[in-house]
């Protein structure tokens, strides 16, 4: 499964970025997916994710209520609305395809990786 992230870019705080990743395999509409996010010097984290068929999504503390995960399984793509971005939102962005249907905030439930795209939130 190959997955190709894209959206990022340098943006100011405040504004908004949309992500989106394209998986190259029908297989993982039926799949749950993720966002983790990763910043120099710290470990992979989790931002969101949403289950197979959207009904149930996931968000860290840190970004809920600014960030939106959805999906559109016809076309084996997931986004991730960012808005209101800080500072610290900073960090490269990956999307994961989870093992089974259902998504988590833990990184084993996913086997595919994407290889990330970078967000830059200037002050």
């Known amino acids: 499964v190959q997955l190709q992230a894209s959206g990022g870019g340098l943006v100011q705080a405040g504004g908004s970025v949309r992500l989106s990743c394209t998986t190259r395999a029908r297989a993982s509409s039926n799949n749950g997916m993720g966002w983790f996010r990763q910043s120099p010097g710290k470990e992979r984290e989790f931002v969101a994710a949403i289950n197979w068929n959207g009904g149930s999504t996931y968000y860290a503390d840190e970004v809920k209520g600014r960030f939106t995960i959805s999906r559109d399984r016809a076309k084996s793509t997931v986004f991730l609305q960012m808005n209101s971005l800080k500072s610290g939102d900073t960090a490269v962005y990956f999307c994961?395809?989870?093992?089974?249907?259902?998504?988590?905030?833990?990184?084993?439930?996913?086997?595919?990786w994407g290889r990330g795209t970078q967000v830059t939130v200037s002050s």
């Open positions: 994961a395809v989870a093992r089974g249907a259902q998504a988590s905030s833990r990184m084993e439930t996913y086997n595919y």
